[in-house]
């Protein structure tokens, strides 16, 4: 626990089946920037997610990580790039903060956690994508700040977006 910018307690738990409605719902409303999700692949990503958090400010969900390893079931065509280049990885599937806590520091502490996870079980690196079209600037530059470097690219949603392909090394 600590408290973030805005001087509000930040909260860092394990995601419950409770909080699928609100990851839903937030995943939706930002659904430009990330893939769209039901309750079943919800369910199913919840099952094979390393990582599944949840960040709430003074006790109210303001959003939620998805993070993979190496071997999950997950047919994602960015999951799938980095296991066949990477041997040992932590992928950052979504990280997803609400629009009205943005910048806030919430990300900043999801992020320290997953780095934190990662050195803890010897992972090399630390993987993530974020669209270059549409840009996503925001999240460029959020990448950048912790060391993210672009190791390629590639078309996805039937060449409606292009994303970069990005690696932090522990």
């Known amino acids: 626990m600590e408290n973030n910018k805005n001087h509000k307690k930040v909260t860092i738990r394990q995601a419950a089946k409770t909080d699928f409605e609100d990851i839903l719902a937030l995943n939706e409303e930002l659904a430009q920037y990330l ?26 969900f303001a959003g939620f ?17 980095f296991e066949s280049h990477y041997p040992t990885f932590l992928y950052v599937d979504r990280i997803v903060i609400t629009p009205d806590t943005q910048s806030g520091g919430l990300g900043s502490a999801l992020y320290r956690e997953v780095f934190r996870t990662a050195q803890e079980a010897n992972v090399p690196v630390v993987t993530a ?20 470097k672009e190791v390629g ?10 994303v970069s392909l990005q690696v932090a090394t522990l």
């Not at 993979?68 to 960015?78: H, I, Q």
């Not at 690219?153 to 292009?162: C, S, T």
């Open 35 to 60: 893939s769209h999700l039901t309750m079943e692949k919800l369910e199913h990503l919840y099952d094979e997610a390393a990582m599944k958090l949840v960040v709430e400010e003074d006790g109210k």
């Open 153 to 162: 690219r590639q078309k996805i949603a039937d060449g409606e977006k292009i």
């Open 65 to 81: 990580l998805l993070g993979f390893r190496e071997g999950a079931d997950y047919d994602s065509v960015n999951y799938t790039w």
């Open 129 to 148: 994508e974020y669209n270059v079209m549409p840009p996503n600037v925001i999240s460029e530059k959020f990448h950048n700040r912790f060391g993210f």
